[in-house]
């Protein structure tokens, strides 16, 4: 079943204050996410990512189309007790504790009374908060809200989780605890939609990844697949500057410290630059074909023409 | 139905204990020295009159603190949300209903207001035997008086969050307190309109009726003189103001459910 299903979901916003004109901040989108997997929402700032986001909490309305979460309405209560959202840079009542606040989600998310307690104290000590959890969060750093954030979106032991731009604001530490933290909630089951335009994140995390740009729909593409995907060029290592101007010649973008060449150039002028190695007299150390990170990946997606909406069965 | 009464009860609670540990009450430090300052006062330059004097003032006190307070806390009750985004963890990913939101935050507000009241209302009697030593039956207008007082704040809270869903903050409690301040001459827009011929009689005197009338519930001067309130004015009353304010959190309700949150 899929997780996250949208039918051509579309949102034009009015702008302006006598003569409003439309903006049209997301162009049809049509994707479907399955349970269980990790999907990554890319695009530079303001792509429309946060968009698709507050379309599927029900924070805005569509102008067009329609979605699915857990194969049920957005509006559908039953579904709300079954996702977790984090919004990006997250504001929560600050005139309350950690321990407070959660105790609130939890009692509008419907968690039994005798529950309650157990797992408010078991999400603190999961973000590492349980020293902080009489604390008001007025007093919080922008990482302890991130926290919290991530604790009030799984206090209720949801199925799938929202998160938007999660790693926003954190120093590495808390990024890559946040990493693990995520991990860990998709090996306990839990589907995981986030958006970011940290591509390392996405890189590391993500099952499949969709990008978009400007409000339209690049590429949806499998992370496993686009790291296998060799880009057309190869990188040769070896020890001798004497051969540097012939493979400069043969396309090569060379770069030498002190004896050793780093150089990268087409894998059709591969066999040319073997010959003028062999023929400097220069010792040949690596061979490596160069393979497509995710960056290149989303770069080349910015400029491609839009994806073709995803056929389903 | 168990569960939409829990979830607003909960909204309720937490608009509650924000207004209190945002130290709303702090007001009624103010409105103590002022009534027993006052009663002290009074009673050393008035003569005969001190109780109608310190009734007058008090009443008066209990009826604007809370309704500045009503307009100063309803104006934010749904755009501070909405600005600090703090509604987005509450609406989206809860089945809280928006509905549900509104009436929550209406009833805490309402609630907040109450306490406010009854603790102005125990310094207010405390200040009135500090005068008069002692306390009688006729005095219990009084209390049919901080009970009109209450049903003011319940259509200010109800005005203010019908703003609040629709406009920032600012222009809201100016509509608030213009609200205020017509419902006030509710009863002298309509002396006037009956005055007036043509459309004008007929503008004025819709007007006079669909304005809050603030007017009907002011029995401060009434008390004051040891008048009683009739019991079928209070069921009146509270039937209006039951209706009024149900109608408007009506209309915040309606203007909710269709707001994007951007």
């Not at chain 1, 609130?104 to 157990?118: N, T």
């Not at chain 1, 970011?196 to 740009?213: F, G, K, M």
Request: aromatic share 8%; proline share 4%.
């Amino acid at each position: 079943m899929a997780a996250i299903e949208t039918f051509g979901l579309e949102k034009t916003y009015k702008v302006g204050f006598w003569r409003k004109r439309p903006r049209r901040a997301l162009k049809p989108l049509t994707l479907a996410v399955e349970e269980g997997e990790v999907f990554g929402f890319l695009g530079p700032n303001g792509a429309g990512k946060t968009t698709t986001l507050r379309l599927l909490m029900g924070l805005v309305f569509p102008t067009s189309g329609s979605a699915r979460i857990l194969d049920r309405e957005l509006d559908d209560p039953e579904m709300k007790r079954q996702i977790g959202f984090l919004p990006e840079q997250p504001y929560f009542y600050d005139h309350l504790t950690a321990a407070e606040l959660l105790h609130y989600y939890a009692r509008l998310s419907g968690v039994d009374p005798r529950e309650r307690s157990r797992r408010v104290d078991k999400v603190l000590a999961r973000v590492g908060m349980e020293e902080h959890r009489n604390l008001q969060l007025r007093k919080f750093s922008k990482g302890m809200l991130q926290r919290v954030g991530i604790a009030q979106a799984i206090v209720h032991e949801p199925r799938l989780l929202f998160f938007d731009e999660p790693m926003s604001g954190l120093d590495p530490i808390g990024r890559r605890e946040m990493r693990d933290l995520m991990q860990e909630l998709n090996e306990e089951g839990k589907t995981i939609f986030f958006s970011t335009h940290i591509l390392s994140d996405a890189e590391s995390l993500c099952d499949r990844v969709a990008v978009l740009h400007e409000g339209e729909l690049r590429d949806i593409g499998v992370v496993a697949d686009i790291a296998r995907e060799v880009s057309g060029q190869v990188e040769l290592l070896w020890n001798g500057v004497a051969a540097l101007p012939a493979i400069s010649v043969l396309g090569g973008k060379c770069h030498a410290t002190r004896d050793t060449v780093r150089a990268v150039l087409p894998e059709r002028s591969l066999d040319a630059a073997l010959d003028a190695l062999r023929a400097k007299g220069c010792r040949l150390i690596s061979v490596t074909p160069v393979r497509i990170t995710l960056e290149d990946y989303f770069l080349s997606k910015l400029h491609a023409k839009p994806a073709e909406p995803e056929v389903r069965a | 139905m168990r569960r939409s009464v829990a979830r607003i009860g909960t909204i309720a609670l937490n608009t509650f204990r924000e207004a209190v540990r945002d130290r709303v009450l702090y007001n009624l430090i103010v409105f103590t020295a002022l009534v027993v300052g006052c009663s002290l006062l009074v009673g050393q330059v008035s003569l005969a009159i001190e109780r109608i004097v310190l009734v007058n003032l008090g009443l008066t006190s209990i009826s604007l603190f809370g309704i500045v307070i009503a307009i100063l806390l309803g104006i934010g009750l749904v755009s501070k949300e909405m600005e600090k985004r703090t509604l987005y963890t509450v609406v989206a990913a809860r089945p809280v209903r928006r509905w549900e939101f509104i009436l929550g935050k209406w009833l805490g507000l309402v609630g907040t207001l109450t306490v406010n009241a009854a603790m102005m209302s125990a310094a207010f009697f405390g200040a009135l035997l500090l005068l008069a030593h002692h306390l009688n039956r006729g005095d219990l207008g009084l209390v049919v008086a901080i009970y009109f007082i209450l049903l003011q704040y319940v259509l200010m809270t109800s005005l203010a969050l019908l703003f609040s869903t629709f406009s920032s903050p600012l222009l809201s409690a100016v509509f608030s307190f213009c609200m205020f301040i017509i419902g006030s001459f509710a009863d002298d827009l309509r002396g006037f309109a009956l005055m007036a011929h043509g459309p004008a009689r007929w503008v004025g005197l819709g007007l006079s009726y669909v304005v809050p009338n603030f007017a009907s519930l002011n029995v401060i001067t009434q008390v004051a003189h040891s008048v009683p309130v009739g019991g079928h004015l209070v069921l009146l009353e509270t039937v209006y103001v039951l209706l009024y304010a149900g109608a408007v959190v009506s209309c915040a309700v309606l203007v909710f459910e269709h707001r994007n949150m951007k």
